[in-house]
């Protein structure tokens, strides 16, 4: 399982550093046009909320590597966690780059002496923070159940876990709620790699 507990620990730095990075875009959701075109008529916001978007990409595809590579020590649940899994990925890269197309825009126009982007810098945006508060967050709470419903996947505590972080995952409409996905996929993979690690012998 330590693939599994690889895959993981990158979904949960890419999901981490990609939600922190676009934590000021996405927390304008349903302000005013005029506070979106302030927002990025500064050059470092743009900056930041491109990164954010292309790990937020990764983090997508990061999330079906980590399914796959969990589901294999599994068969009765092996359809429902890829799925979910998949349909999680989907959300935050559609997402990612809904954020992403505004700030790039505005900013390649700059380095090419094109015309900005004109009116309309607030649908995007708001249409990515839909895209990945319920686009991905819902199937993301039914990845959670599936995984801590798998029988002898995980630990009972672990497993008890996930039902509250799905719960919040449901209304997820702020970064820290979604946070407790990276937490909990955290707590998963260094429990797969301690289980998955031999204990060498004479250890008490």
């Not at 730095?13 to 676009?22: D, E, H, I, N």
């Not at 934590?23 to 304008?28: C, E, W």
């Not at 050059?43 to 590597?65: D, F, H, P, Q, T």
């Amino acid at each position: 399982m330590k693939g599994a507990a690889r895959a993981g620990g990158v979904f949960v730095v890419l999901f981490t550093c990609g939600l922190v990075g676009l934590g000021d875009l996405l927390g304008s959701f349903a302000d005013s046009d005029r506070t979106f075109v302030d927002h990025f008529a500064d050059g470092g916001n743009r900056a930041k909320e491109i990164a954010g978007s292309y790990l937020l990409v990764l983090a997508g595809a990061s999330l079906v590597w980590f399914a796959n590579a969990l589901a294999a020590s599994t068969d009765d649940r092996r359809t429902p966690i890829i799925v979910t899994a998949s349909l999680a990925a989907g959300g935050m890269i559609v997402a990612g780059l809904a954020l992403m197309t505004v700030p790039l825009s505005i900013s390649f126009a700059d380095l090419t002496d094109d015309t900005p982007f004109g009116a309309g810098q607030a649908v995007l945006p708001q249409f990515g923070s839909v895209a990945l508060t319920v686009g991905a967050m819902l199937p993301a709470a039914a990845f959670v159940i599936v995984v801590a419903r798998t029988p002898s996947l995980l630990p009972r505590w672990l497993s008890l876990a996930g039902y509250p972080v799905a719960a919040l995952l449901l209304v997820a409409l702020a970064v820290a709620p979604m946070l407790l996905l990276s937490i909990w996929i955290a707590a998963v993979s260094v429990t797969l790699w301690r289980h998955a690690t031999p204990i060498p012998l004479g250890h008490p």
